[in-house]
């Protein structure tokens, strides 16, 4: 069961962070607009530059090709970046179930990504992340394009996956009730750090 460690992790936002987040652990996220919430989680999935370094159980995320830990630690961003025509063009198999139980038809596979809604989009963005099998999420307001109903059936499957897998789990979201319901523990950006919030 592999967890997700920060080490002196600094971004050109944030000052040096230490944070354990264990497995099938969430860790939750907020902060002002432009406070640094999605640039932190680029830099630990080693998209921008950064000081400091991330391990993932045993593996030390500058000790490995940038692929290969973006295969292991998966992050999802705030707006998905489509590149083919078809949606299953996107997608490793036509996971029926994985699509059905965001509320989404088992045809969407054949639709073309132009014709998508931006709360479809949003929802085959959680889809394509878990057919990736990552063994930590790293999600940037996943829900935010979302009514009430498709909100609580995303927020159940990231929580089985991340049952399923052990997986450490970093959710950046500004909805408090959300915050709530889904972290472990809560953290906020504050001057440039992470400051715990206690119940």
Same mark, same amino acid.
């Given at each position: 069961?592999?967890?997700?460690?920060?080490?002196?992790? &600094?971004?050109?936002?944030?000052?040096?962070?230490?944070?354990? *987040?264990?497995?099938?652990?969430?860790?939750?996220?907020?902060?002002?607009?432009?406070?640094?919430?999605?640039?932190?989680?680029?830099?630990?999935?080693? =998209?921008?530059?950064?000081?400091?370094?991330?391990?993932?159980?045993?593996?030390?995320?500058?000790?490995?090709?940038?692929? $290969?830990?973006?295969?292991?630690?998966?992050?999802?961003? &705030?707006?998905?970046?489509?590149?083919?025509?078809?949606?299953? +063009?996107?997608?490793?198999?036509?996971?029926?179930?994985?699509?059905?139980?965001?509320?989404?038809?088992?045809?969407?596979?054949?639709? $073309?990504?132009?014709?998508?809604?931006?709360?479809?989009?949003?929802?085959?963005? *959680?889809?394509?992340?878990?057919?990736?099998?990552?063994?930590?999420?790293?999600?940037?307001?996943?829900?935010?394009?979302?009514?009430? $109903?498709?909100?609580?059936?995303?927020?159940?499957?990231?929580?089985?996956?991340?049952? +399923?897998?052990?997986?450490?789990? =970093?959710?950046?979201?500004?909805?408090?009730?959300?915050?709530?319901?889904?972290?472990?523990?809560?953290?906020? *950006?504050?001057?440039?750090?992470?400051?715990?919030?206690?119940?």
């Amino acid at each position: 069961m592999p967890n997700l460690a920060l080490v002196g992790l &600094a971004t050109s936002l944030l000052d040096p962070i230490d944070l354990l *987040i264990g497995a099938r652990e969430t860790v939750v996220l907020h902060g002002k607009s432009g406070s640094g919430k999605s640039l932190l989680l680029r830099a630990i999935a080693d =998209l921008d530059e950064h000081a400091g370094d991330v391990q993932l159980g045993d593996t030390v995320c500058s000790a490995i090709a940038a692929p $290969e830990w973006r295969r292991r630690v998966g992050l999802l961003a &705030a707006e998905t970046t489509w590149w083919d025509a078809y949606v299953g +063009d996107h997608f490793h198999a036509a996971d029926s179930e994985l699509v059905s139980r965001l509320g989404l038809p088992r045809e969407i596979f054949d639709w $073309e990504v132009n014709s998508l809604s931006t709360g479809e989009r949003q929802r085959l963005g *959680i889809a394509r992340l878990l057919d990736n099998h990552p063994q930590a999420l790293l999600l940037d307001e996943p829900t935010a394009n979302l009514d009430p $109903e498709h909100k609580r059936m995303a927020e159940t499957l990231l929580q089985d996956y991340q049952a +399923d897998n052990d997986c450490p789990v =970093l959710w950046v979201s500004h909805d408090a009730e959300q915050r709530r319901r889904v972290g472990d523990r809560i953290f906020r *950006i504050e001057q440039r750090r992470l400051v715990e919030e206690t119940a």
